[in-house]
């Protein structure tokens, strides 16, 4: 079913052309592989499967050829923030 599969491709373009969104994803990879082996480690079947997808993702994401303002900032790199704090909702 197509709405089942990560669409590598369109992430991507997507990530090649802002450095931010591409250092959160990146950053949340890592932290998806840390969850899996927390929760995972002892189902090795799963465990090498799930971290497998998501050292692919990575590796897609890394070869992808950036653009001029993604080398720009990146070179800034985390120095200046590249997101916004989420507000508190107050009900």
Do not use: Q
Request: aromatic share 8%; charged share 35%; net charge positive.
């Amino acid at each position: 079913m197509e709405s089942e599969v990560i669409d590598i491709e369109y992430i991507s373009r997507l990530c090649a052309g802002n450095w931010g969104l591409w250092k959160t994803v990146a950053s949340n990879l890592e932290k998806a592989k840390a969850v899996n082996k927390r929760y995972l480690g002892d189902h090795p079947g799963n465990f090498k499967n799930v971290d497998s997808k998501i050292d692919i993702i990575k590796k897609h994401l890394g070869e992808s050829k950036k653009s001029v303002g993604w080398k720009l900032r990146a070179k800034i790199g985390e120095r200046i923030k590249w997101y916004r704090e989420v507000e508190e909702v107050r009900r």
